[in-house]
């Protein structure tokens, strides 16, 4: 059950929707998203391709998020409702790579966590979850399509997923100014469930503005304001069917430029979420309204 918050913000991976981790593709420098697949170099300033480098079809993230909640698509997992870093806070730990192929694909790969001692029964130590997954994806101009299968590996069971994703990058039409909506659409399948889980989808709209703060050499800092709204089919979360949660937060990124580039691209993240969701749908939730909070540090390549 990967928490969507943190997924939603891999868009720059070209899958669209490992939004993990969290904060790691999506906060990488100008040097980086050069590097990635659905970043667009500006052929009409260059006389001829440059030569390849060895490794500059390759790219890939680490990083680490301590987060007052587990939330997936509105599903308050750990039950921490109004408690803004109570006893149910938890770190998620997510390494994802991938590399360029040719005519506009990528292929990605990761593994995501999370570690906590909020239940007894656990996969090893402290670690509640661990989520493997692979996808592909295509860009075209400022479009990107991503297909992504997870498996998701909780108590003693596995649960399959298929996401088909679609992201539009829209920073060429705000000029120079650096602001963009970034938006996003999620079809989340649950193609095989646990014991006692329905299989169906959810369905999420999201757009996430971003624009630059400061543009210092040493301590750029960048804002986002992360929107997104879910439907899901019936049972999907244990309720009906229909509008199942809504949330916005604000994300401050820190570039740790300070860091030579030969050491990755490094940055600091802190967000925080209010989540509105419909009780009929989601029935479990402790809080239909509550906060979240998430601190990151991240390294992408």
């Known amino acids: 059950m990967q928490n969507t918050g943190?997924?939603?913000?891999?868009?720059a991976s070209g899958a669209l929707i490992w939004s993990a981790s969290s904060i790691a593709l999506a906060q990488m420098t100008d040097q980086a998203i050069d590097g990635a697949p659905n970043s667009e170099s500006p052929v009409s300033l260059q006389t001829s391709a440059p030569a390849d480098m060895p490794?500059?079809?390759?790219?890939?993230?680490?990083?680490?998020d301590y987060a007052s909640h587990f939330v997936s698509y509105g599903a308050d997992v750990w039950g921490g409702g109004d408690e803004f870093y109570g006893s149910q806070d938890t770190t998620f730990a997510h390494v994802d790579l991938g590399a360029e192929l040719p005519n506009g694909f990528a292929v990605t790969f990761g593994v995501w966590s999370d570690i906590n001692n909020n239940a007894d029964d656990t996969l090893g130590g402290n670690i509640q979850e661990i989520d493997v997954y692979g996808g592909i994806s295509y860009t075209y101009d400022?479009?990107?399509?991503?297909?992504?299968?997870?498996?998701?590996?909780?108590g003693s069971e596995v649960e399959h997923i298929l996401d088909v994703s679609a992201g539009y990058d829209d920073s060429a039409l705000w000029g120079s100014s650096g602001f963009a909506l970034?938006?996003?659409?999620?079809?989340?399948?649950?193609?095989?469930?646990?014991?006692?889980?329905?299989?169906?989808?959810?369905?999420?709209?999201?757009?996430?503005p971003a624009f630059?703060?400061?543009?210092?050499?040493?301590?750029?800092?960048?804002?986002?304001?992360?929107?997104?709204?879910?439907?899901?089919?019936?049972?999907?979360?244990?309720?009906?069917?229909?509008?199942?949660y809504t949330s916005i937060g604000a994300t401050a990124t820190i570039g740790l430029s300070a860091i030579p580039i030969g050491y990755g691209d490094w940055s600091l993240a802190l967000n925080t979420t209010y989540y509105h969701t419909d009780q009929s749908v989601i029935p479990a939730n402790p809080e239909?309204?509550?906060?979240?909070?998430?601190?990151?540090i991240a390294m992408a390549f």
């Open 212 to 244: 630059p703060l400061t543009e210092g050499q040493a301590w750029p800092v960048t804002l986002s304001v992360p929107t997104s709204i879910g439907f899901m089919t019936d049972d999907f979360q244990g309720g009906d069917g229909g509008f199942g």
């Open 6 to 11: 943190a997924k939603r913000l891999r868009l």
């Open 288 to 296: 239909n309204n509550f906060l979240t909070g998430m601190a990151s």
């Open 55 to 64: 490794g500059d079809k390759l790219f890939g993230s680490f990083g680490v």
């Open 142 to 154: 400022a479009l990107s399509l991503g297909l992504t299968y997870q498996q998701w590996f909780y």
């Open 182 to 208: 970034n938006p996003s659409f999620v079809t989340h399948i649950r193609v095989n469930g646990q014991p006692g889980q329905e299989e169906g989808a959810v369905f999420v709209g999201a757009v996430e």
